[in-house]
């Protein structure tokens, strides 16, 4: 095995994975180094599966909208299953503000070539069929959204990306950023050194202590989310159901029912709960459950078959650190997903790999001009 590549990947996650296909597609070298025994073994298991565009930004909205592409056209590209349904995303309402804050982000969301709708009351229903309807006031749709199956993907992805000549090492987790002159030389892992003129920081819930190894902070921080899954039930809904209401003890939950049937949810908790905790918790299912129920009386009856929790690395305003910090030419930062990495990687991956050859496209600077290390931090995502 070679040790000198054009880009070494700190982590074989969501971004990672995706990116040193996209890398390898380019013709480059590419090395992806990760502490666990295969890929997506970080935060990518926790995710649900959901993919979608429908955010409040339009960096956000041109990567998913790329990362729909790749989700969508996969099976008939490559031959592979990965579980993606093109069920759409619904926000229902039931709240004159939220009704406002809805309809006043869909100017944006088409704007930016999103394929949304505002749905009635009567079309949420036939959406949705059995959600609670007292005080139901539609809701947004956005049908070319879906979801995929977390694991079948990234090892979709992860198996691409070999055949196109990228080379992964497993628990081998980086030691040490090396460094010379102001830029990067390499890294330094228990099993030795590697060598490269680009080292892209794709650690996901350590990005910020990864970072500190190359003298960059990033305002990254773990926050704690649960999520569960049921027992398989007939189809009876297609859409992610995203109720934006707060709860007593969260913020938000959304959920959705997969190719074999079964609901997974997750839960915003509100306050948010920090740090690295990866325990489930007594709390989340009195709370996540009585929300569902009321929303939609006909999941009463589902048995639940396993909850797990996950680490979002949240950024101070909600959206991604996708950057080339000029303190350390060659190191990049792929860092601060808040959740979303799943749905973001295979687009943030393409504009990524895209910058680092050198060959970046109008909508590439764009997608990244968004989300530069420094800026105020001040706004906030509004679809988080």
């Known amino acids: ?7 070494i990947i700190i982590g074989a996650g969501s971004i990672g994975v995706p990116l040193a296909m996209a890398l390898a597609e380019r013709k480059m070298s590419v090395l992806t180094l990760d502490g666990e025994a295969s890929p997506g073994q970080g935060q990518n298991k926790c995710a649900i599966g959901g993919v979608r565009a429908t955010h409040s930004d339009g960096a956000k909205i041109k990567a998913c909208l790329r990362s729909l592409e790749t989700f969508s056209s996969w099976e008939k590209t490559y031959g592979e299953d990965i579980g993606w349904i ?12 939220d009704e406002a804050v809805l309809k006043e982000l869909l100017k944006v969301q088409r704007g930016f070539g999103l394929n949304i709708d505002w749905a009635g009351p009567g079309e949420m229903r036939a959406l949705v069929p059995g959600i609670a309807a007292k005080d139901l006031r539609g809701g947004t749709y956005s049908p070319e959204d879906g979801s995929a199956s977390p694991l079948l993907s990234i090892n979709a992805f992860y198996r691409r990306a070999v055949k196109l000549g990228a080379e992964f090492r497993f628990k081998e987790p980086v030691k040490e950023i090396l460094s010379g002159g102001g830029e990067v030389k390499g890294v330094l892992t228990p ?18 202590a990864v970072s500190d190894l190359a003298g960059i902070k990033v ?11 049921t027992e398989p039930a007939g189809r009876f809904f297609e859409p992610m159901v995203v109720d934006i209401r707060p709860g007593d003890r969260s913020k938000n939950y959304y959920f ?5 049937g079964q609901i997974v949810f997750c839960l915003t908790p509100q306050p948010p709960v920090w740090g690295h905790d990866r325990r489930s918790t007594s709390e989340f299912l009195p709370e996540v459950s009585r929300r569902m129920i009321a929303l939609l009386p006909g ?5 639940v078959r396993r909850t797990w929790r996950g680490l979002y690395p949240m950024t101070p305003d909600g959206f991604p650190v996708v950057d080339f910090p000029e303190a350390l030419k060659g ?7 808040c959740g979303q990495g799943f749905m973001l990687g295979p687009g943030l ?5 895209a910058h680092i050859a050198g060959a970046p496209s109008a909508d590439d600077g764009e997608i990244l001009a968004g989300f530069r290390l420094e800026r105020s931090f001040t706004g906030q995502e509004k679809l988080k």
């Open 1 to 7: 095995m070679a040790d000198n590549y054009d880009v």
């Open 86 to 97: 093109r069920g759409g995303y619904a926000f229902p309402v039931y709240t004159e503000r």
């Open 191 to 208: 099993q030795g050194r590697y060598f490269s003129k680009w080292v892209v920081n794709a650690a996901g819930g350590d990005a910020a």
């Open 219 to 229: 305002p990254v921080t773990p926050d704690c989310h649960e999520a569960g899954i």
């Open 256 to 260: 959705y029912q997969n190719r074999e």
């Open 299 to 303: 999941l009463a009856n589902l048995k």
């Open 331 to 337: 190191y990049v930062l792929a860092v601060g997903m």
């Open 349 to 353: 991956g393409a504009a990524i790999a």
